[in-house]
């Protein structure tokens, strides 16, 4: 197939476009989709990346639900992937991606590359129990404390003891 460029006889190779007006599009053009070439594209940090995209945006994902539908968010400069690596770096043999504070957003000051035995026990299950809840929300009822007090107490964040104390998470 040749070039879409009425009186161009090279090949086409991407977008119905020789090299040629390919790249002269992709730096002239306006609106013309331009990637930064990281060449990195097959690495284990851009595949962590795309999955917490997906993960935070895609609602088609299967845990979309527990992250982006529970308002879970990717900060602004990591949309873009050159500048996620600039912030998490290289990730070591045997690591994922993990939030510091499980119930907060994928920014650089809550995230690091934790073995998965670190991330394993870095959960609200591991955390929370049926009987902490109960203590949780008969310490707030008592006015004698407050949802910030009670996150550092219990090193759990502030946003979710407002959700346990409204019942907005672990409902009976």
């Known amino acids: 197939?040749?070039?879409?460029?009425?009186?161009?006889?090279?090949?086409?190779?991407?977008?119905?476009?020789?090299?040629?007006?390919?790249?002269?599009?992709?730096?002239?053009?306006?609106?013309?989709?331009?990637?930064?070439?990281?060449?990195?594209?097959?690495?284990?940090?851009?595949?962590?990346?795309?999955?917490?995209?997906?993960?935070?945006?895609?609602?088609?994902?299967?845990?979309?639900?527990?992250?982006?539908?529970?308002?879970?968010?990717?900060?602004?400069?990591?949309?873009?992937?050159?500048?996620?690596?600039?912030?998490?770096?290289?990730?070591?043999?045997?690591?994922t991606l993990d939030r510091i504070d499980n119930n907060g957003n994928y920014e650089p000051d809550n995230v690091r590359w934790a073995t998965h035995a670190e991330n394993s026990q870095n959960t609200c299950a591991n955390k929370l129990n049926w009987e902490l809840i109960r203590k949780i929300r008969e310490e707030y009822s008592t006015m004698e404390t407050s949802q910030g007090k009670l996150g550092r107490k219990y090193n759990i964040s502030q946003a979710f003891i407002g959700k346990i104390v409204n019942r907005l998470a672990w409902i009976e």
């Open 1 to 95: 197939m040749n070039c879409k460029i009425i009186g161009c006889d090279s090949v086409a190779l991407a977008r119905g476009l020789c090299q040629k007006h390919y790249d002269y599009k992709r730096n002239h053009v306006k609106g013309f989709i331009k990637h930064p070439h990281h060449g990195m594209s097959f690495s284990p940090e851009y595949y962590t990346w795309v999955s917490m995209i997906s993960r935070c945006e895609n609602k088609n994902t299967k845990d979309y639900k527990r992250y982006g539908g529970g308002g879970i968010k990717v900060c602004k400069r990591w949309k873009t992937f050159v500048n996620f690596y600039a912030d998490v770096g290289t990730r070591s043999e045997g690591t």
